[in-house]
T-cell receptor
Framework: GESVGLHLPTLSVQEGDNSIINCAYSNSASDYFIWYKQESGKGPQFIIDIRSNMDKRQGQRVTVLLNKTVKHLSLQIAATQPGDSAVYFCAENSDFNKFYFGSGTKLNVKP | DAGITQSPRHKVTETGTPVTLRCHQTENHRYMYWYRQDPGHGLRLIHYSYGVKDTDKGEVSDGYSVSRSKTEDFLLTLESATSSQTSVYFC????????????FGSGTQLSVL
């Protein structure tokens, strides 16, 4: 499988601060990327996606940035809330709709 | 969970026994996936299907087989379960074209003793 990794396995932030979760991917042919949130005991939930023809995409309180030059993806969460505490995964589609996931980053939001 | 049902939700079995996990969808999506999730490894693709009777291997397919005889069902079989296959198994579905997001089921916790 392709290598999709995360720089920080655990991230702790204060409630109200902005969070940034990073992801590196290895396949320059990957053309579609997704961020997922997973709460304990549940399946991953879709947060936001981005195609390779875009550099940035915004959702509600979340922004995904894609830097194809250095093969880097980031998820920014504005005004982080306790409900944002979870594990976050990035995924890439690099091989005919086969999606490969990173090992995840745990986000802890301190009140 | 986007019309995805995994069964069973929990299973305990013994080494060497066959095990079949079922994923059922009501979305008429083309693509279906089986992932396993282990601490420190994130989600790893086992097999996926791009249509009825069309399947392909993922990263960790050894010891697993799949079948898809109709659009709504994707079965994962462990022919002879081993302790290393103790894991949480997730089914996912995706739409009719490429580059569409995956929707996940609630998972099956499998323990092989």
């Amino acid at each position: 499988g392709e290598s999709v990794g995360l720089h920080l396995p655990t991230l702790s932030v204060q409630e109200g601060d902005n969070s940034i979760i990073n992801c590196a991917y290895s396949n320059s042919a990957s053309d579609y990327f997704i961020w997922y949130k997973q709460e304990s005991g549940k399946g991953p939930q879709f947060i936001i996606d981005i195609r390779s023809n875009m550099d940035k995409r915004q959702g509600q309180r979340v922004t995904v940035l894609l830097n194809k030059t250095v093969k880097h993806l980031s998820l920014q969460i504005a005004a982080t809330q306790p409900g944002d505490s979870a594990v976050y995964f990035c995924a890439e589609n690099s091989d005919f709709n086969k999606f490969y996931f990173g090992s995840g980053t745990k986000l802890n939001v301190k009140p | 969970d986007a019309g995805i049902t995994q069964s069973p939700r929990h299973k305990v079995t013994e080494t060497g026994t066959p095990v079949t996990l079922r994923c059922h969808q009501t979305e008429n999506h083309r693509y279906m996936y089986w992932y396993r999730q282990d601490p420190g490894h994130g989600l790893r693709l086992i097999h996926y299907s791009y249509g009825v009777k069309d399947t392909d291997k993922g990263e960790v397919s050894d010891g697993y087989s799949v079948s898809r005889s109709k659009t709504e069902d994707f079965l994962l079989t462990l022919e002879s379960a081993t302790s290393s296959q103790t894991s949480v198994y997730f089914c996912a579905i995706s739409g009719t074209t490429t580059n569409e997001k995956l929707f996940f089921g609630s998972g099956t916790q499998l323990s092989v003793l």
